[in-house]
């Protein structure tokens, strides 16, 4: 069955909860609108669920990658759940994205980072972290029903809009990345 939802693009809602297995089938499930940068360059399909529950589509802007993920919130997930996944995604990128070894003892400060983002010309105040002396940035807010994680190492201001056009992202980010 296919249904408008509305601003953003028409999506198949699986009725038989298909799976899938590239970026645009699992766009295509998607049951809600989904974001991306609006002044970011250079935009690619990123990470997906198999089932359409959420779907990144990533994109540069100064330079710098940025991931915007958009998803159905889980019912009943608590706040402190959903703040460590996202201590999990600063951490994730922190160890592994470094250069040379890790020398133990090892510790991180990971502080509070809430960040002005523009969505459609309205301005909200994401909450947000980062590790302390390095760049890399999470932050979350809800967009009506959709969940949004923004995760990016630019300090430059950030817009999102509605992905209107998915089938026309690109599955591979373009060289060099």
Not at 57 to 65: A, C, F, P, R, T
Not at 121 to 132: C, D, L, T, W
Request: charged share 20%; aromatic share 6%.
């Amino acid at each position: 069955m296919d249904t408008d939802v509305g601003a953003g693009h028409a999506a198949r809602v699986s009725e038989n909860h298909e799976t899938v297995s590239n970026w645009h089938a699992a766009a295509e499930l998607a049951s809600f609108s989904f974001y991306e940068a609006s002044n970011g360059t250079e935009r690619w399909a990123g990470g997906f669920a198999g089932d359409g529950s959420l779907v990144e589509v990533i994109s540069l802007l100064d330079g710098d990658e940025v991931s915007v993920q958009s998803s159905c919130p889980a019912p009943g997930l608590p706040r402190h759940t959903r703040r460590r996944v996202a201590v999990h995604d600063l951490l994730w990128s922190h160890v592994l994205g470094g250069d040379g070894d890790l020398d133990l003892p090892y510790s991180v400060t990971i502080e509070a980072d809430d960040r002005a983002v523009s969505v459609d010309g309205e301005v909200h105040e994401v909450p947000g972290m980062r590790i302390a002396g390095d760049r890399q940035w999470v932050g979350t807010l809800r967009l009506g029903d959709v969940t949004v994680k923004i995760t990016t190492a630019s300090s430059a201001a950030l817009g999102l809009r509605i992905c209107s056009d998915p089938q026309s992202l690109p599955a591979l980010p373009p060289e060099p990345h």
